[in-house]
């Protein structure tokens, strides 16, 4: 992030020198005008309050111009407590300048946060060393969520050049950071689907010629079990009761058939999977095409099915949609991330109380909305980590099992990328329901874009 430096080296000396004008000016004693001697001596008077009224005008000028300026701007002294900030800074903490003014992180962000920031700014005071473009995890009460802010901070020196405080700015780049992980997420889809349209496609050619080859064994297993019937007719029937293959063809004819009905049936199985995958990886494309939802759901739950398979059954019921106008790659991983988030609930569930889940998928038109719910008789999910659960890299999974990106990624590609709605309703012990809303954009009488 070194890109924010050269801003930040052009604000840092408009802050000192603004905090400096704000400190002289409400450190200036008030002379009511009843003090003034009525003497030539008022003159000087006269001048002093000028001066004061032009370094009062001056330090609104600098005021406004830091309040104006899209930054989070602030001073602290040698105890983290605020001295100065701005409207961005007082907002962010739902509070006013004047209100911040003596308080510390502790009053405003969650203990955990307030810490890091406070022994952050400490460690900076003791060693002098400048802090310039980290990011960090800054909690907006605004918003209610977390925000990722690139924040600089560097010592505040006296006269005697003693450190006596610090002066920090931040920007937020919250949405340069999802901007980067959806392209970076619609790179790995992109790259994912080419590979998986080329393995199915490389699967494809041998699948058919095992078909077709195990519908040519049956069909010449059954014309031999024909002819060794016709043989053991044409054989004198005591010579036909005492052959010692007539035991080992019976055998034969008994397995024969079934066994090649699974080798089929298995085969069937490969070649939807193979169908299923170049479905899923056909539309990571850049611009968005009309798809057919429910197809391209079937298509996820086949490429899912190992994830669930062994602690829930599958439910679905496809309403009728129209095309649907979308980035299908896109929504292809947001359900799969969805389904293997409630899969993992379940298996977690299961484990602790036993028996089996249940995963429900249904589809349907909601107004201009394509709805798709996807349900699950998991655990549920937590009221205290509920507002948290789309924030980047937050997880509650074991390591190795959950990036903490799946549903950050979700609500990016469903709410920015498409204009549409995720939304979820949860109940501890019952199980978890998440509402993936689309807009249908090409249906008749619809002006979306």
Do not use: W
């Not at 060393?129 to 925000?147: M, Q, T, Y």
């Not at 107004?367 to 798709?372: M, Q, V």
């Amino acid at each position: 992030m070194r890109g924010a430096t050269g801003p930040l080296a052009a604000i840092f000396p408009s802050v000192l020198g603004a905090f400096a004008v704000t400190g002289a000016v409400s450190s200036l004693p008030k002379i009511p005008s009843e003090s003034v001697p009525d003497c030539e001596s008022s003159n000087v008077s006269g001048e002093r309050r000028s001066l004061q009224d032009a370094l009062a005008h001056e330090r609104n000028v600098l005021r406004t111009m830091i309040d104006l300026i899209p930054a989070f701007i602030y001073a602290k002294d040698a105890h983290s407590r605020f001295t100065a900030c701005n409207k961005l800074v007082a907002n962010r903490m739902g509070v006013t300048p004047e209100e911040a003014i003596g308080k510390t992180d502790f009053d405003f962000f969650p203990r955990e946060m307030a810490e890091k920031f406070f022994a952050d700014e400490q460690a900076l005071l003791q060693s002098g060393i400048p802090l310039i473009d980290c990011e960090e995890l800054v909690f907006d009460k605004l918003s209610g969520a977390n925000r990722v802010i690139v924040t600089s901070k560097i010592p505040l020196h006296d006269a005697n050049g003693n450190v006596t405080g610090v002066v920090g700015t931040g920007f937020d780049i919250t949405d340069r950071k999802d901007a980067e992980e959806r392209i970076a997420s619609s790179d790995r889809l992109e790259s994912i689907g080419r590979l998986a349209a080329g393995v199915a496609h490389e699967i494809n050619t041998p699948i058919q010629y095992l078909n077709d080859s195990v519908s040519f064994i049956r069909e010449g297993v059954g014309d031999l079990l024909a002819y060794i019937d016709k043989l053991h007719a044409a054989m004198p029937p005591k010579a036909a009761a005492q052959s010692e293959d007539h035991d080992d063809v019976e055998y034969l004819r008994e397995e024969l058939p079934p066994a090649l009905s699974r080798v089929a049936e298995g085969l069937t199985r490969i070649a939807e999977i193979v169908r299923s995958m170049k479905h899923f990886s056909h539309a990571d494309q850049r611009e968005m095409s009309q798809i057919d939802l429910n197809a391209s759901i079937a298509s996820t739950l086949v490429i899912a099915r190992s994830e669930y398979k062994d602690c829930a059954d599958l439910e679905t019921d496809y309403g009728a949609l129209p095309q649907i106008t979308c980035h299908g790659g896109q929504i292809n991983q947001v359900v799969l991330n969805l389904v293997v988030n409630s899969a993992h609930a379940i298996d977690d569930f299961v484990k602790k109380n036993g028996g089996r889940g249940r995963i429900s998928i249904r589809t349907s038109v909601e107004g201009e909305f394509a709805l798709i719910t996807i349900a699950d008789t998991g655990g549920g999910i937590p009221e205290s980590i509920q507002a948290r659960i789309f924030d980047p890299f937050f997880t509650t999974k074991e390591v190795g099992r959950g990036t903490g990106q799946g549903l950050s990624i979700a609500r990016n590609v469903i709410v920015k990328g498409h204009g549409g709605q995720l939304d979820f309703v949860s109940e501890i012990g019952k199980g978890t329901t998440f509402q993936v809303r689309l807009p249908i954009q090409d249906r008749p009488g619809n002006t979306g874009g």
